[in-house]
């Protein structure tokens, strides 16, 4: 559906003349800010992302004994994250080289060697890029540089938790800590392991992410706790998060939610309220049995109030959405299918994730850099929708005001490359340098906008199996 932002914070309004869940804000677009203002607000988040990464307090917190990075060697913790960070689906020796002609090791005369790296990144704890990534999002929510252009849903952030596989190398290692897939034809098996993102839907980027073995989606919401119960914000699932303990761990992170209910095998409130005329009802809801002795160990109330939506898709297709947002004049039913549709951002960004960003080409074998890669995409995922949130809105208010065919945004493909072209002069090199840089991507994102056609439906196409054969021997990796 057509979705246009608005300077100040957003406030959605249904419009009740048409005959689609449609909102728009309560004010038009005002003028664009000014490109010193969107410089400003990229300034000051690398600057903080900066600090971070330098920080020496940060080195002791996340190098993996008290003896690493203490010499003066040519990957120091800062150009060690960085080169982690870079190019992470070329070959090792090949993206040092680039790193080293980009200054990235400004002190030493000659190029470091791939064992250097390898050796050195066992050092760092992964956990740091998870944390970095937390951090440039709390700077983005916090700064006043970000009133102007952060989205919100009635005064609350909008977002959605999802899981994807991903497909990692075979090894021992990778064989031991996660799920091993096998059919009936020897020698076929495939190592998977299923990640997890909470997506802020309304601005576009991962905020919080985890991997771990084949298991229930809704047993990592505790890994998103810090986020959630810092953010508290409307939370949306699939069909695959409809269960009582979804409900009960949201609700603990003091977070609100929207679940799009299975219409069969679900609950018997949801059969029931299908079944009648109501299209807006308020039920009390409690756990399943298998459900009631983890509902007790885990402190969760043993019945809950929720709010049960009937919503009509454009092919007539009625769907039952279940909210704990029950305040009927603040949050009206005729708003609920344009919330719980905006949730397929979080699609988009996991495409991004997999397609685009190439996450499944790990660069090593072993599970420590396997998940240093894997939450090392996802801060530059956040960072470059962040750094570029002013621009973003800069070009939407621009073909606003020409009164353009179509709403234009930033191409998300030539932004992740340029971010990436520019990281060693962000976060390694003086200020002039970072200047430059951020400069330069801002040129370079202004050129290369796109347009967004509302309305396109594209049927999804089911491989055959030999097309997706060749796929994966042939093309995915392919660079």
């Not at 993102?197 to 809704?218: H, I, K, M, R, T």
């Not at 609950?267 to 807006?280: G, H, I, P, Q, R």
């Not at 002013?390 to 179509?406: G, R």
Request: proline share 5%.
């Amino acid at each position: 559906m057509a979705f246009h932002s608005q300077i100040k914070e957003i406030t959605f309004q249904p419009n009740l003349s048409a005959i689609s869940n449609e909102f728009h804000e309560i004010k038009p677009l005002s003028s664009s800010p000014q490109p010193s203002t969107s410089s400003a607000f990229a300034m000051h988040l690398i600057s903080e992302a900066r600090h971070f990464l330098h920080a020496p307090a940060n080195k002791e917190k996340y190098r993996r004994s008290a003896i690493d990075f203490s010499r003066n060697r040519c990957f120091r913790f800062p150009s060690l994250a960085i080169s982690i960070l870079k190019d992470h689906a070329r070959p090792a020796q090949d993206r040092i080289i680039r790193l080293f002609e980009e200054r990235a090791f400004v002190e030493f005369p000659t190029c470091p060697t791939a064992s250097a790296f390898y050796q050195a990144r066992s050092k760092l704890i992964p956990a740091f890029f998870h944390d970095w990534t937390s951090f440039i999002v709390k700077v983005f929510y916090s700064t006043p540089y970000s009133i102007n252009i952060m989205k919100k849903f009635h005064g609350r952030f909008v977002w959605s938790i999802d899981g994807s596989y991903l497909t990692l190398p075979d090894t021992v290692e990778t064989r031991a800590m996660y799920t091993v897939h096998k059919n009936n034809v020897p020698g076929s098996e495939t190592i998977q392991a299923l990640a997890s993102v909470a997506y802020d839907v309304l601005n576009d980027f991962p905020v919080s992410a985890s991997l771990g073995v084949e298991q229930y989606e809704s047993n990592f919401i505790p890994e998103h706790y810090p986020m959630v119960s810092t953010c508290a914000p409307i939370i949306l699932y699939d069909r695959a998060y409809a269960s009582y303990d979804t409900i009960a761990r949201t609700l603990d992170a003091h977070a609100d939610f929207v679940i799009r209910c299975p219409l069969s095998q679900t609950f018997k409130v949801v059969e029931d309220f299908l079944a009648s005329d109501k299209t807006d009802e308020t039920v009390m809801l409690y756990p399943q049995p298998a459900k009631k002795r983890l509902a007790k160990k885990c402190g969760w109330p043993l019945e809950v109030e929720v709010r049960l939506v009937k919503v009509v898709l454009d092919d007539g297709t009625i769907e039952i959405l279940m909210t704990s947002l029950l305040d009927r004049e603040e949050y009206p039913a005729c708003e609920f299918k344009w919330l719980y549709g905006i949730r397929w951002g979080v699609e988009t960004g996991l495409y991004r994730f997999k397609v685009q960003l190439e996450v499944e080409c790990f660069s090593s074998g072993k599970a420590w850099n396997i998940m240093q890669d894997f939450h090392a995409t996802i801060f530059l995922q956040a960072l470059e929708s962040i750094i570029n949130k002013a621009i973003d809105h800069d070009i939407i208010a621009k073909s606003q005001e020409n009164h353009s065919k179509f709403e234009y945004h930033v191409n998300k493909s030539v932004a992740y490359t340029t971010v990436s072209i520019h990281l060693v002069s962000l976060f390694l090199l003086d200020q002039k340098a970072l200047e430059l840089a951020i400069t330069a991507i801002q040129h370079e994102v202004r050129l290369c906008a796109t347009p967004i056609r509302p309305g396109r439906h594209n049927l999804r196409e089911i491989p055959k199996v030999s097309k997706s054969l060749k796929y994966h021997k042939y093309w995915k990796k392919r660079r």
